[in-house]
């Protein structure tokens, strides 16, 4: 979805300065990938967050934000599948990890974090879901406050008070600017709010979308320095894996993807505590949604399950 951004501003290649600032990685793991990319086919993209906080003394974290971005044949619809970090799955061995039955936000942790933890996290999700991915990216949120800051900030709405239990802020109800630390400060909040993590995960939703927008508001291709700086900010939160797709044809094949086709998709769940532990667990929509994905019929679903869709 960063890559679409660049698209909105009228971005059609990229030149070597700024393809240099994109780190590349093998992210996924060979029984994860998409043997091979056709963009006029349907799309599956993996989409891992990470959230590295000042106040952590460890080198990794579990993954903050976990998401499938599905694209239609012809790109001109996009589905941001969020999947709960506290799903329960079974994670395969890799990294030293004997493997076994645990969150799936801990795939990332067991496989080391970084390449190695995308790598573990991929496996699990074909595994579960019998989708196989045409590229991934990692992106560090904490590089997300810098590209939002120099846009300008941008525009969310608050659909419920809710008190940050990181800074205290206390977010009111309504649609408001947010700087780039205001924005990630509030949709990283799950506690308090009716839906729990599933509002966390609707929220974080918006602000790819609010994100998206401001790019497509602001005059970048206006104004060389800002540009170079967003360009660069960007980069610098990305580390991608396009299977083999060079980045300037995907970021060219995204450029037909309107704003406002954007859906995001809370995958069919329920909560459930087990041995004391409070855990998320799959139901039968939930795996119609991955048959969905795998047949390329996800708007028909969407239809059949208005419940867990929301137009972003």
């Known amino acids: 979805m960063l890559l679409a951004t660049l698209a909105v501003v009228g971005m059609r290649t990229l ?14 793991a060979p029984d994860a990938r998409q043997p091979r990319t056709d963009l006029d086919e349907g799309l599956n ?3 891992v967050g990470t959230d590295r906080r000042t106040d952590s003394s460890h080198p990794d974290q579990r993954s903050d934000t976990i998401l499938i971005v599905h694209l239609p044949p012809g790109m001109r619809q996009a589905y941001l599948i969020s999947v709960p970090r506290d799903l329960l799955v079974t994670i395969p061995s890799g990294n030293g990890y004997p493997g076994g039955q645990d969150k799936i936000n801990a795939a990332y942790e067991h496989g080391g974090g970084g390449r190695g933890g ?8 074909t595994r579960l879901t019998g989708i196989r991915f045409d590229g991934a990216a990692l992106v560090d949120f ?13 525009r969310m709405c608050v659909d419920t008070q809710v008190s940050s239990i ?22 990283r909040q799950r506690y308090d709010l009716p839906g729990g993590d599933y509002d966390r995960q609707r929220h974080q939703q918006q602000l790819l979308r609010a994100l998206l927008d401001k790019a497509g508001q602001t005059d970048l291709r206006g104004d060389p320095v800002k540009l170079d700086r967003v360009l660069r900010a960007v980069g610098g939160s990305l580390t991608v894996d396009t299977n083999g797709v060079p980045l300037q044809e995907l970021v060219v094949a995204l450029r037909s993807l309107p704003a406002d086709a954007m859906r995001g998709v809370q995958l069919p769940s329920y909560p459930q505590t087990i041995g004391a532990v409070s855990y998320v667990v799959l139901d039968d929509a939930g795996r119609g949604l991955f ?7 996800v708007p028909d679903w969407a239809t059949a399950h208005p ?3 929301t137009r972003l």
Request: hydrophobic fraction near 35%; charge should be positive; aromatic fraction near 8%.
């Open 142 to 154: 904490t590089g997300f406050k810098q590209v939002i800051d120099l846009l300008g900030g941008i």
């Open 166 to 187: 990181h800074t205290g802020t206390v977010f009111q109800p309504g649609c408001q600017q947010m700087n780039g630390a205001q924005a990630l400060d509030y949709v």
């Open 307 to 309: 419940r867990w869709v």
């Open 15 to 28: 030149s070597n300065r700024y393809e240099r600032t994109v780190s590349r990685e093998e992210l996924l």
């Open 291 to 297: 048959g969905a994905v795998r047949a390329d019929r």
């Open 118 to 125: 995308t790598r573990l996290l991929s496996t699990t999700l």
């Open 45 to 47: 993209y993996l989409l």
